[in-house]
Protein backbone atom coordinates (compact mmCIF):
# COMPACT_ATOMS: atom_id res chain seq x y z
CA UNK A 1 0.00 0.00 0.00
CA UNK A 2 1.74 2.92 -1.24
CA UNK A 3 1.06 6.06 0.55
CA UNK A 4 2.94 8.43 -1.65
CA UNK A 5 3.43 7.68 -5.49
CA UNK A 6 5.15 9.06 -8.13
CA UNK A 7 3.78 8.15 -10.82
CA UNK A 8 6.12 8.85 -14.14
CA UNK A 9 9.39 6.85 -13.44
CA UNK A 10 10.91 9.18 -15.76
CA UNK A 11 10.80 13.00 -17.31
CA UNK A 12 12.66 14.71 -20.30
CA UNK A 13 12.91 18.09 -20.46
CA UNK A 14 14.69 20.63 -23.24
CA UNK A 15 16.94 23.06 -20.53
CA UNK A 16 15.50 26.23 -19.93
CA UNK A 17 12.09 24.87 -20.62
CA UNK A 18 10.06 23.94 -17.24
CA UNK A 19 10.37 20.69 -15.60
CA UNK A 20 6.61 19.72 -13.78
CA UNK A 21 7.44 16.54 -11.49
CA UNK A 22 4.48 15.21 -9.76
CA UNK A 23 3.31 13.66 -6.69
CA UNK A 24 0.23 11.91 -4.92
CA UNK A 25 -0.45 10.94 -1.59
CA UNK A 26 -3.15 8.77 0.15
CA UNK A 27 -3.05 9.79 4.00
CA UNK A 28 -5.04 12.45 4.86
CA UNK A 29 -2.70 12.30 8.12
CA UNK A 30 0.46 13.79 5.98
CA UNK A 31 1.43 17.73 7.17
CA UNK A 32 4.70 18.07 5.62
CA UNK A 33 5.73 17.28 2.43
CA UNK A 34 9.30 17.58 1.06
CA UNK A 35 11.33 17.11 -2.07
CA UNK A 36 14.64 15.41 -2.21
CA UNK A 37 17.11 15.10 -4.95
CA UNK A 38 19.87 12.07 -5.59
CA UNK A 39 22.50 11.97 -8.13
CA UNK A 40 23.62 8.44 -8.47
CA UNK A 41 26.53 6.98 -5.73
CA UNK A 42 25.16 10.02 -3.78
CA UNK A 43 22.60 10.06 -0.99
CA UNK A 44 19.31 12.20 -1.10
CA UNK A 45 20.05 15.98 -0.45
CA UNK A 46 16.98 17.70 0.25
CA UNK A 47 15.86 20.35 -2.13
CA UNK A 48 12.41 22.06 -1.02
CA UNK A 49 9.51 21.33 1.52
CA UNK A 50 5.90 23.12 2.20
CA UNK A 51 3.85 22.79 5.18
CA UNK A 52 -0.21 21.88 4.95
CA UNK A 53 -0.74 25.21 6.06
CA UNK A 54 0.41 26.61 2.73
CA UNK A 55 -0.36 25.54 -1.26
CA UNK A 56 3.32 27.40 -2.75
CA UNK A 57 6.43 27.39 -1.26
CA UNK A 58 9.10 28.67 -3.44
CA UNK A 59 13.05 28.85 -3.47
CA UNK A 60 15.27 30.67 -6.25
CA UNK A 61 13.65 28.25 -9.65
CA UNK A 62 11.90 25.56 -7.73
CA UNK A 63 8.26 26.34 -6.84
CA UNK A 64 6.49 23.17 -5.12
CA UNK A 65 2.47 23.53 -4.85
CA UNK A 66 -0.07 21.95 -2.61
CA UNK A 67 -2.97 20.88 -3.36
CA UNK A 68 -4.68 18.95 -0.29
CA UNK A 69 -7.95 18.60 -1.72
CA UNK A 70 -6.65 16.44 -4.20
CA UNK A 71 -4.00 15.35 -2.27
CA UNK A 72 -1.67 16.03 -4.75
CA UNK A 73 2.20 18.15 -5.26
CA UNK A 74 3.96 19.51 -7.44
CA UNK A 75 7.64 20.30 -7.91
CA UNK A 76 8.05 23.20 -10.61
CA UNK A 77 11.68 23.60 -11.51
CA UNK A 78 12.19 26.99 -14.06
CA UNK A 79 14.32 27.25 -15.94
CA UNK A 80 15.33 23.54 -15.99
CA UNK A 81 19.21 23.25 -16.30
CA UNK A 82 21.15 20.24 -17.45
CA UNK A 83 22.60 19.90 -13.89
CA UNK A 84 18.89 19.17 -12.47
CA UNK A 85 19.13 15.77 -14.08
CA UNK A 86 18.71 13.57 -11.02
CA UNK A 87 16.68 11.19 -9.68
CA UNK A 88 13.69 13.68 -7.31
CA UNK A 89 11.95 11.77 -4.26
CA UNK A 90 8.82 13.20 -2.82
CA UNK A 91 8.31 12.46 0.68
CA UNK A 92 5.36 13.33 3.35
CA UNK A 93 5.41 12.90 6.95
CA UNK A 94 3.21 13.29 10.18
CA UNK A 95 4.20 16.25 12.11
CA UNK A 96 1.65 15.29 14.75
CA UNK A 97 1.90 11.54 14.55
CA UNK A 98 3.79 8.91 16.01
CA UNK A 99 5.40 7.62 13.00
CA UNK A 100 7.99 10.08 12.95
CA UNK A 101 9.43 8.91 9.84
CA UNK A 102 9.78 10.31 6.22
CA UNK A 103 7.26 8.17 3.55
CA UNK A 104 8.96 8.40 -0.12
CA UNK A 105 7.82 7.76 -3.81
CA UNK A 106 9.42 6.00 -5.65
CA UNK A 107 10.79 8.80 -7.49
CA UNK A 108 11.14 10.03 -11.17
CA UNK A 109 14.37 10.53 -12.82
CA UNK A 110 14.65 14.08 -14.91
CA UNK A 111 16.68 14.02 -17.38
CA UNK A 112 17.08 17.81 -18.85
CA UNK A 113 18.84 17.81 -22.59
CA UNK A 114 21.02 20.78 -23.54
CA UNK B 1 30.34 20.92 10.16
CA UNK B 2 30.73 17.07 8.93
CA UNK B 3 27.49 15.86 7.14
CA UNK B 4 25.84 12.10 7.95
CA UNK B 5 28.71 9.64 7.56
CA UNK B 6 28.46 5.75 6.57
CA UNK B 7 30.84 2.96 6.65
CA UNK B 8 31.69 1.26 4.83
CA UNK B 9 31.06 2.51 1.76
CA UNK B 10 30.36 -1.12 0.27
CA UNK B 11 30.22 -4.48 1.42
CA UNK B 12 29.70 -7.68 -0.19
CA UNK B 13 28.66 -10.91 1.92
CA UNK B 14 27.73 -14.23 1.38
CA UNK B 15 23.86 -15.76 1.71
CA UNK B 16 23.49 -16.27 5.07
CA UNK B 17 25.81 -14.23 6.53
CA UNK B 18 25.62 -11.22 8.83
CA UNK B 19 26.26 -7.42 7.88
CA UNK B 20 26.49 -4.65 10.23
CA UNK B 21 26.54 -1.07 8.78
CA UNK B 22 27.36 1.73 10.37
CA UNK B 23 26.31 5.95 10.74
CA UNK B 24 27.61 9.06 11.87
CA UNK B 25 24.84 11.30 12.26
CA UNK B 26 25.27 15.35 12.08
CA UNK B 27 26.78 17.03 15.59
CA UNK B 28 24.23 17.70 17.50
CA UNK B 29 21.03 15.39 16.01
CA UNK B 30 19.48 12.95 18.19
CA UNK B 31 17.34 10.96 15.33
CA UNK B 32 18.59 8.54 13.04
CA UNK B 33 16.51 6.79 10.71
CA UNK B 34 17.64 3.67 8.76
CA UNK B 35 16.32 3.37 4.93
CA UNK B 36 16.81 0.46 2.26
CA UNK B 37 16.42 1.67 -1.36
CA UNK B 38 16.60 -1.92 -3.65
CA UNK B 39 16.59 -1.88 -7.47
CA UNK B 40 13.58 0.06 -8.82
CA UNK B 41 12.46 0.81 -5.50
CA UNK B 42 11.67 3.81 -3.83
CA UNK B 43 13.04 4.44 -0.22
CA UNK B 44 11.68 1.76 2.19
CA UNK B 45 11.50 2.94 5.85
CA UNK B 46 13.48 0.75 8.04
CA UNK B 47 14.00 2.09 11.33
CA UNK B 48 14.21 4.84 13.34
CA UNK B 49 16.10 5.67 16.57
CA UNK B 50 16.15 8.81 18.86
CA UNK B 51 18.04 9.31 22.20
CA UNK B 52 18.69 5.51 22.30
CA UNK B 53 15.49 3.51 21.68
CA UNK B 54 13.98 2.70 19.03
CA UNK B 55 10.89 4.68 17.88
CA UNK B 56 9.36 3.08 14.69
CA UNK B 57 9.95 0.36 13.00
CA UNK B 58 8.63 -0.58 8.95
CA UNK B 59 7.44 -3.49 7.37
CA UNK B 60 11.30 -5.65 7.33
CA UNK B 61 11.40 -9.07 9.14
CA UNK B 62 13.21 -8.99 12.27
CA UNK B 63 16.20 -9.98 11.27
CA UNK B 64 16.78 -6.48 10.61
CA UNK B 65 17.54 -4.89 14.01
CA UNK B 66 19.96 -2.21 15.06
CA UNK B 67 20.97 0.18 18.22
CA UNK B 68 21.98 3.57 18.99
CA UNK B 69 24.39 4.54 20.92
CA UNK B 70 25.29 7.15 23.55
CA UNK B 71 26.66 9.14 21.12
CA UNK B 72 23.91 8.87 18.77
CA UNK B 73 26.07 6.62 16.25
CA UNK B 74 23.70 4.11 15.21
CA UNK B 75 24.24 0.38 13.70
CA UNK B 76 22.36 -1.36 10.94
CA UNK B 77 22.14 -5.20 11.33
CA UNK B 78 20.97 -7.66 8.92
CA UNK B 79 21.02 -11.11 9.95
CA UNK B 80 21.00 -14.49 7.72
CA UNK B 81 21.65 -12.04 4.74
CA UNK B 82 19.18 -13.65 1.29
CA UNK B 83 20.17 -12.04 -2.19
CA UNK B 84 17.37 -9.60 -2.00
CA UNK B 85 18.64 -7.41 0.59
CA UNK B 86 21.14 -6.59 -1.84
CA UNK B 87 20.19 -2.86 -1.82
CA UNK B 88 21.92 0.92 -0.67
CA UNK B 89 21.05 1.36 2.90
CA UNK B 90 21.02 4.96 3.55
CA UNK B 91 21.14 6.55 7.05
CA UNK B 92 19.42 9.99 7.90
CA UNK B 93 19.48 12.15 10.54
CA UNK B 94 17.56 15.31 12.45
CA UNK B 95 17.58 17.26 15.09
CA UNK B 96 15.21 15.94 18.49
CA UNK B 97 12.04 14.73 17.20
CA UNK B 98 11.88 16.80 14.15
CA UNK B 99 11.57 14.96 10.75
CA UNK B 100 11.75 17.29 8.37
CA UNK B 101 14.50 18.12 6.34
CA UNK B 102 16.53 14.90 7.12
CA UNK B 103 19.97 14.74 6.03
CA UNK B 104 21.12 12.29 4.14
CA UNK B 105 24.52 9.97 4.19
CA UNK B 106 25.74 8.67 0.97
CA UNK B 107 25.17 5.18 1.46
CA UNK B 108 25.97 1.99 2.02
CA UNK B 109 25.90 -0.26 -1.05
CA UNK B 110 24.95 -4.07 0.35
CA UNK B 111 25.56 -6.83 -2.03
CA UNK B 112 24.82 -10.22 -0.91
CA UNK B 113 26.28 -13.41 -3.09
Known amino acids: DQQVKQNSPSLSVQEGRISILNCDYTNSMFDYFLWYKKYPAEGPTFLIS?????DKNEDGRFTVFLNKSAKHLSLHIVPSQPGDSAVYFC?????????????FGKGTKLSVKP | EAGVTQSPTHLIKTRGQQATLRCSPI?????VYWYQQALGLGLQFLLWYDEGEERNRGNFPPRFSGRQFPNYSSELNVNALELEDSALYLC????????????FGQGTRLTVV
Open chain 1, 50 to 54: ISSIK
Open chain 1, 91 to 103: AASSMGGSQGNLI
Open chain 2, 27 to 31: SGHTS
Open chain 2, 92 to 103: ASTRELLNTEAF
